[in-house]
């Protein structure tokens, strides 16, 4: 009779935090560990322990209550190494882990050079149609002089290198303007004339 699966599959593939650290020499300090989720990346994603501290086994051992432990890392993920190392606990018992060794290290951890550069963001973008021909009536009512209207963007301050905004008299590489020609093919934007002057 063959087996029957039942629940969600995972893609997991190795041991438990715990198993690697608790079965190694001083907890395993200063080796290497590798999640195989992250091994899909081309540029290499690793763990180098720095501290270890063991929690306490739980009363009751089962699937939805396994021993986990607390680790500091120093992660690199896709290339890149966070600034500050950070603390694993919530998914220390995740089979997902695998102690690379001693020999193995040093060609896995060889950094590749990132090829895409970073996106380049704009400081200002076009107002949304309709406010600005409110804009400009506005302006045209008041008699003050018609100048091009731009709306300044604002960022989220978390910037974790996955962008820049760009300098003064930089060209961005990423553009939120709306580009007539780029429009979908529906209903809703059928006989609208844009029209840059005004």
Same mark, same amino acid.
């Given at each position: 009779m063959p087996y029957k699966y039942?629940?969600?599959?995972?893609?997991?593939?190795?041991?438990?935090?715990?198993?690697?650290?608790?079965?190694?020499?001083?907890?395993?300090?200063?080796r290497i560990v590798v999640r195989s989720r992250f091994e899909r990346?081309?540029?290499?994603?690793?763990?180098?322990?720095?501290?270890?501290?063991?929690?306490?086994?739980?009363?009751?051992?089962?699937?939805?209550?396994?021993?986990?432990v607390r680790v500091l890392v120093e992660k690199t993920f896709r290339g890149k190494t966070f600034p500050n190392p950070i603390t694993i606990e919530s998914a220390s018992y995740k089979t997902d882990y695998r102690l690379l060794s001693t020999d193995e290290e040093k060609a896995y951890c060889k950094m590749v050079e990132l090829k895409s550069e970073l996106p380049i963001?704009?400081?200002?973008m076009d107002f949304p149609p309709l406010l600005k021909e409110l804009l400009i009536k506005e302006k045209k009512a008041k008699g003050e002089v018609l100048e091009e209207l731009k709306l300044d963007v604002? +960022?989220?301050?978390? @910037?974790? &290198?996955? +962008?820049?905004?760009? @300098?003064? &008299?930089e060209e961005p590489t990423i553009s939120f303007n709306v580009n007539p020609e780029k429009l979908p093919d529906i209903s809703l934007y059928k006989n609208i004339k844009f029209s840059t002057e005004h």
């Open positions: 039942i629940g969600r599959r995972t893609d997991f593939r190795g041991k438990t935090l715990w198993e690697i650290v608790g079965n190694l020499k001083n907890f395993g300090i200063g990346y081309q540029e290499p994603s690793y763990l180098k322990i720095v501290k270890v501290e063991p929690l306490p086994c739980p009363e009751v051992q089962n699937m939805d209550n396994q021993r986990k963001y704009p400081k200002t604002v +960022y989220q301050k978390k @910037n974790n &290198g996955t +962008y820049r905004i760009a @300098n003064e &008299g």
